[in-house]
């Protein structure tokens, strides 16, 4: 099988989110910290002599604040750094399935890759991600697969690489 696409930005940033959540308790742990955040800024407010008000806010504002950089603005500042300082990464590529593994080709350059040499694979909402190490994964976006293609390729990935993942 053999699929031609262009990766965007988008990708970059949904492919960072999905090996992020890869795990549910990292996943969780994402949700759950700000709504905490909020209920300690909440008791603070309530309980907290006028005084100390502020005092007391303010680690929690930082905090809170913190982990909304960490959650939101961290993984698209990064996927948009990779995207666009990454040469290989803009314009048509193609990538085709075989028996033997996959053979990546995109402007200015080409790779095989062995089935054996790819640690798991993970489908989220809009891409296919084919991982070669726990953090670095090959991005095929859904958009280019109609739904025999994506069918074939989840059978095909689940065969030689294993059970895949769905975040």
């Not at 262009?6 to 090996?19: G, H, P, T, V, W």
């Not at 002599?49 to 939101?72: D, G, T």
């Not at 990464?89 to 033997?100: E, I, L, V, W, Y």
């Amino acid at each position: 099988m053999q699929i031609t696409y262009a990766l965007n930005q988008r990708d970059f940033y949904e492919s960072l989110i999905a090996i992020r959540n890869r795990k549910t308790w990292s996943k969780w742990v994402f949700r759950a910290v700000p709504v905490l955040l909020v209920c300690l800024i909440a008791f603070s407010v309530l309980t907290s002599p006028r005084s100390q008000l502020v005092s007391n806010l303010i680690p929690l504002l930082a905090l809170l604040l913190l982990w909304v950089v960490l959650l939101w603005a961290s993984p698209w500042w990064s996927g948009r750094t990779q995207f666009l300082k990454q040469p290989s990464a803009q314009g048509q590529r193609t990538a085709s399935f075989d028996s033997n593994g996959v053979h990546w080709e995109w402007d200015g350059g080409s790779s095989v890759v062995e089935w054996k040499t790819y640690i798991r694979w993970m489908e989220s909402k809009n891409q296919v991600l084919l991982c070669s190490s726990p953090i670095q994964c090959g991005i095929v976006p859904k958009r280019a697969l109609n739904a025999e293609q994506l069918s074939e390729l989840r059978t095909l990935l689940t065969q030689k690489v294993g059970a895949g993942l769905r975040v």
